[in-house]
């Protein structure tokens, strides 16, 4: 933890990631959507698997979502895309009432702010016990296909909700998802994996823990710091 983090007294909004922050990510369920869409990056461009993933993970870092790159290099359609990456089985999701009663129990408006669709968001909240948890589910649609980490989808989200970033908290698994949060003067969490965490589709810098002044704070149990916030 920073030395200098912030409490969370003041906090009126409480902004949630989905992928790999509201469930465990060593659940894999996002690796599920992840061969999916190397897959789908094979269909476009006609590249066999390996080189595929490579382009895939270039494009994830460098345009904040594969999609996102797939848009503006080969000017895909985002519907295609969103409904055929999301064709999963959602079951490796377990039930977490623990977490569901932490969150309800924080004192504001909660809401998620998720690079992914609705659909999936809504089928992940099923899965946990919490479909009727958050006011709002931001998606990549209501980004108009910009995405985190660009500054461009935190505006627009802090607009549409009247959002007051220095009364407003956000949790997320990538730490530069988090540095425009921390410019405008959210408190950030960085929600990781358990200690020793590794797999084949997840690349080290997917896992970084970044020691730099845009995360606050950072967890292994997201219940847990919710229940004992600083």
Same mark, same amino acid.
């Given at each position: #933890?920073n030395? &200098?983090a912030?409490? +969370? *007294?003041h906090? $009126?909004?409480? /902004? +949630?990631?989905?992928?790999n922050t509201l469930?465990?990510?060593e659940?894999?369920?996002?690796?599920q959507?992840?061969?999916?869409?190397? !897959?789908?990056?094979m269909?476009?461009?006609?590249?066999e698997?390996?080189?595929a993933r490579t382009?895939?993970k270039?494009?994830?870092? *460098?345009?904040? $979502?594969t999609l996102?790159?797939?848009m =503006?290099? !080969?000017?895909? @359609?985002?519907d295609?895309f969103l409904n055929?990456?999301h064709?999963?089985?959602?079951?490796?999701v #377990?039930p977490?009432?623990?977490l569901i009663?932490a969150?309800? @129990?924080?004192?504001?408006?909660? %809401? =998620? %702010?998720?690079n992914?669709d $609705?659909?999936?968001?809504? &089928?992940?909240?099923?899965?946990?016990g919490g479909?009727?948890?958050f006011?709002h589910?931001?998606?990549?649609?209501?980004?108009t296909?910009?995405?985190k980490?660009?500054?461009?989808?935190?505006?627009? +989200?802090?607009?549409r909700y009247? =959002?007051?970033p &220095?009364?407003?908290a #956000?949790? @997320?698994?990538?730490e530069?998802?988090l /540095?425009?949060?921390h410019?405008?003067g #959210?408190a950030t969490?960085?929600?990781?994996?358990g200690e020793?965490? /590794?797999h084949?589709?997840?690349?080290a810098?997917?896992?970084?823990?970044a020691?730099g002044p845009?995360? !606050? !704070? /950072?967890?292994?149990?997201l219940?847990?710091?919710?229940?004992? %916030?600083?």
């Amino acid at each position: #933890m920073n030395t &200098s983090a912030p409490r +969370f *007294d003041h906090v $009126t909004d409480w /902004v +949630f990631d989905l992928d790999n922050t509201l469930y465990p990510r060593e659940c894999n369920l996002f690796a599920q959507v992840d061969i999916r869409i190397t !897959h789908y990056v094979m269909d476009v461009t006609k590249l066999e698997f390996d080189a595929a993933r490579t382009l895939q993970k270039q494009y994830y870092r *460098d345009f904040g $979502t594969t999609l996102n790159g797939l848009m =503006i290099q !080969h000017q895909i @359609d985002p519907d295609h895309f969103l409904n055929t990456v999301h064709a999963i089985d959602y079951t490796p999701v #377990m039930p977490h009432p623990e977490l569901i009663a932490a969150i309800r @129990d924080l004192p504001g408006r909660k %809401l =998620i %702010l998720t690079n992914g669709d $609705t659909g999936h968001a809504r &089928s992940v909240l099923r899965q946990l016990g919490g479909d009727d948890l958050f006011e709002h589910v931001h998606d990549i649609r209501a980004m108009t296909f910009v995405p985190k980490p660009h500054r461009e989808a935190y505006d627009g +989200f802090f607009a549409r909700y009247d =959002i007051d970033p &220095s009364r407003a908290a #956000m949790f @997320d698994d990538l730490e530069k998802n988090l /540095v425009v949060p921390h410019e405008t003067g #959210m408190a950030t969490v960085q929600v990781v994996a358990g200690e020793g965490f /590794v797999h084949e589709q997840v690349e080290a810098w997917e896992l970084d823990q970044a020691a730099g002044p845009h995360v !606050h !704070h /950072v967890t292994a149990d997201l219940a847990g710091f919710l229940r004992n %916030l600083p």
